[in-house]
C-alpha cells in the first residue's frame, strides 16, 4: 500500500514479492475450501468470482510494477531535483493566478447580474459562464500540476537515505531489539497513514482501489493502488532520525503487509484474546464494510492497539453483518476504471467548484465533504 524504499543502497529483498508463492498458495487454498462448502450454503462475500479475482491480481501486478516506473517518469519534474522542477511550480502558480482572477471575473459579473435583475439568455456565451470554464480547467490544472510539485518533493526531501544522514541517535545496529522497534515504528506510523487515506479525499482517491471489491477473500489483499507516488504520506524514514537504518524499515515493511495478507478473509473467525492487541480477520472485515457503523475504522496493521487508544475501533457485530465494497459501488472489473474513478470523479468535482480554497477542501477534506452551494454551483458549471 506504500511506496518503494529508496534503492540507492543495496538492501534486504523485498518480502512482499517473496512471498508471492505464499500468496497463491493460500488463494488456492481457500478457493478449494470454499468450493467444498458451497453446495450446503448460499452464496457469501468471501466467494471466489473470476472477473472480480482477475482484477484484484491485476491490481497487484500493477502495485509491483508500478512503482519501478512512475517515480522515474516524474523524477524530472521534482522541485529541488528535476531539470524540469521549477517549470512545474511556474506552471503550478500560473494556473492558481489564472484561476484566481478568472472566479473574480465571474463573480463580478454575477454579482452585476443580480443587481440588473437579468438572465441570460439560454444558451447564450456570457462573460461569466466564460470565467466559469476557465476557473475550473484553471482549477484542474492547478490541483494536478500542484499536487504532482507537492507529492515529488516530499518524496524527495523525506528518502530513509536522506533522513538517515541526518539521524538525531545513534545506529541501533540489526540485532532482534532492533528490528523490533523498526516493526512496531512502522506499524504506528502505518495507521496514521491509512487513517489518514480515509479521511483526505485526495489520499482516498489512490487508497479506494483496496476497498473497491464487494468480495473479501485473500485475492482482495492483493487489490493494491498502482498511485502511491500521487499521495503524501507521514515518512516512515522518520524511523531512520531515530538510529533505524534504512534496510530495517524496508524489513519492517514487508513483515507488515505480510501480515495484513492473512487477515482477508471471511474463513477465519474470532480468534478470542489476542483480538484485544493484534489485528484479525475480524477486525479487518470492519474495516472493508462499507456499513455506516463500520465506516473509516479498524485502521491498524499488525496491531489493533492504535485504534483502541485514538478512537477509531469498532468490534465485529453478528448483529449487522460486513457489507463489502463503497457506500456507492462503481460495478465495473476493469481495472483502469477501478483505479482511476475516483480521480476522476474528484476533478469534476474541483471544476465545479468556485474559489481557491474551496477547491482546496474538496482535495483535503473528507471523502463525501462539500462546500455549502456545492449543487447549484455544478449545475450553473454543467449550463
Given at each position: 500500500?506504500?511506496?518503494?524504499?529508496?534503492?540507492?543502497?543495496?538492501?534486504?529483498?523485498?518480502?512482499?514479492?517473496?512471498?508471492?508463492?505464499?500468496?497463491?498458495?493460500?488463494?488456492?487454498?481457500?478457493?478449494?475450501?470454499?468450493?467444498?462448502?458451497?453446495?450446503?450454503?448460499?452464496?457469501?462475500?468471501?466467494?471466489?468470482?473470476?472477473?472480480?479475482?482477475?482484477?484484484?491480481l491485476a491490481m497487484g501486478v500493477g502495485s509491483l510494477v508500478a512503482p519501478l516506473?512512475?517515480?522515474?517518469?516524474?523524477?524530472?519534474?521534482?522541485?529541488?531535483?528535476?531539470r524540469y522542477g521549477k517549470v512545474v511550480i511556474a506552471a503550478a502558480l500560473g494556473?492558481?493566478?489564472?484561476?484566481?482572477?478568472?472566479?473574480?471575473?465571474?463573480?463580478?459579473?454575477?454579482?452585476?447580474?443580480?443587481?440588473?435583475?437579468?438572465?441570460?439568455?439560454?444558451?447564450?456565451?456570457?462573460?461569466?459562464?466564460?470565467?466559469?470554464?476557465?476557473?475550473?480547467?484553471?482549477?484542474?490544472?492547478?490541483?494536478?500540476?500542484?499536487?504532482?510539485?507537492?507529492?515529488?518533493?516530499?518524496?524527495?526531501?523525506?528518502?530513509?537515505?536522506?533522513?538517515?544522514?541526518?539521524?538525531?541517535?545513534?545506529?541501533?545496529?540489526?540485532?532482534?531489539?532492533?528490528?523490533?522497534?523498526?516493526?512496531?515504528?512502522?506499524?504506528?506510523?502505518?495507521?496514521?497513514?491509512?487513517?489518514?487515506?480515509?479521511?483526505?479525499?485526495?489520499?482516498?482517491?489512490?487508497?479506494?482501489?483496496?476497498?473497491?471489491?464487494?468480495?473479501?477473500?485473500?485475492?482482495?489483499?492483493?487489490?493494491?493502488?498502482?498511485?502511491?507516488?500521487?499521495?503524501?504520506?507521514?515518512?516512515?524514514?522518520?524511523?531512520?532520525?531515530?538510529?533505524?537504518?534504512?534496510?530495517?524499515?524496508?524489513?519492517?515493511?514487508?513483515?507488515?503487509?505480510?501480515?495484513?495478507?492473512?487477515?482477508?478473509?471471511?474463513?477465519?473467525?474470532?480468534?478470542?484474546?489476542?483480538?484485544?492487541?493484534?489485528?484479525?480477520?475480524?477486525?479487518?472485515?470492519?474495516?472493508?464494510?462499507?456499513?455506516?457503523?463500520?465506516?473509516?475504522?479498524?485502521?491498524?496493521?499488525?496491531?489493533?492497539?492504535?485504534?483502541?487508544?485514538?478512537?477509531?475501533?469498532?468490534?465485529?457485530?453478528?448483529?449487522?453483518?460486513?457489507?463489502?465494497?463503497?457506500?456507492?459501488?462503481?460495478?465495473?472489473?476493469?481495472?483502469?476504471?477501478?483505479?482511476?474513478?475516483?480521480?476522476?470523479?474528484?476533478?469534476?468535482?474541483?471544476?465545479?467548484?468556485?474559489?481557491?480554497w474551496r477547491r482546496a477542501g474538496r482535495l483535503v477534506r473528507p471523502p463525501g465533504?462539500?462546500?455549502?452551494?456545492?449543487?447549484?454551483?455544478?449545475?450553473?458549471?454543467?449550463?
Open positions: 500500500m506504500m511506496g518503494p524504499m529508496s534503492d540507492r543502497r543495496q538492501g534486504p529483498p523485498d518480502l512482499t514479492v517473496v512471498a508471492v508463492p505464499f500468496y497463491l498458495g493460500s488463494m488456492a487454498a481457500e478457493y478449494l475450501w470454499l468450493r467444498r462448502q458451497a453446495g450446503d450454503r448460499d452464496p457469501i462475500a468471501g466467494d471466489y468470482e473470476r472477473r472480480d479475482t482477475i482484477a484484484s516506473i512512475v517515480p522515474r517518469l516524474l523524477r524530472p519534474f521534482t522541485p529541488g531535483r528535476g494556473a492558481v493566478a489564472v484561476t484566481t482572477v478568472a472566479d473574480r471575473v465571474a463573480r463580478r459579473s454575477d454579482e452585476a447580474r443580480r443587481a440588473d435583475h437579468a438572465a441570460p439568455a439560454p444558451g447564450q456565451d456570457t462573460e461569466p459562464s466564460g470565467a466559469r470554464r476557465v476557473a475550473s480547467v484553471g482549477g484542474v490544472a492547478a490541483v494536478v500540476i500542484g499536487g504532482m510539485a507537492v507529492t515529488t518533493g516530499w518524496a524527495a526531501v523525506t528518502e530513509p537515505e536522506r533522513l538517515w544522514r541526518r539521524r538525531l541517535l545513534p545506529a541501533l545496529g540489526s540485532g532482534p531489539a532492533a528490528v523490533a522497534l523498526a516493526v512496531a515504528g512502522w506499524d504506528f506510523i502505518y495507521y496514521w497513514n491509512h487513517r489518514f487515506d480515509h479521511e483526505s479525499r485526495y489520499m482516498w482517491a489512490m487508497h479506494v482501489v483496496h476497498h473497491s471489491s464487494e468480495h473479501y477473500n485473500f485475492s482482495t489483499a492483493l487489490r493494491q493502488p498502482v498511485a502511491d507516488a500521487l499521495g503524501t504520506t507521514l515518512p516512515y524514514g522518520t524511523l531512520c532520525l531515530l538510529g533505524i537504518a534504512p534496510e530495517l524499515i524496508t524489513t519492517a515493511r514487508g513483515v507488515n503487509l505480510l501480515y495484513q495478507f492473512w487477515i482477508h478473509t471471511e474463513t477465519i473467525g474470532h480468534l478470542g484474546a489476542p483480538e484485544a492487541v493484534l489485528n484479525s480477520p475480524s477486525h479487518h472485515r470492519v474495516h472493508h464494510g462499507a456499513n455506516r457503523r463500520y465506516l473509516d475504522r479498524n485502521h491498524g496493521s499488525i496491531l489493533i492497539v492504535w485504534d483502541r487508544l485514538f478512537g477509531t475501533f469498532e468490534p465485529e457485530s453478528a448483529g449487522e453483518p460486513v457489507v463489502y465494497g463503497l457506500t456507492k459501488d462503481i460495478s465495473t472489473y476493469n481495472p483502469l476504471r477501478i483505479a482511476t474513478h475516483e480521480y476522476a470523479a474528484l476533478a469534476r468535482d474541483v471544476a465545479a467548484t468556485r474559489g481557491l465533504w462539500a462546500p455549502a452551494g456545492a449543487a447549484a454551483e455544478a449545475a450553473e458549471v454543467a449550463a
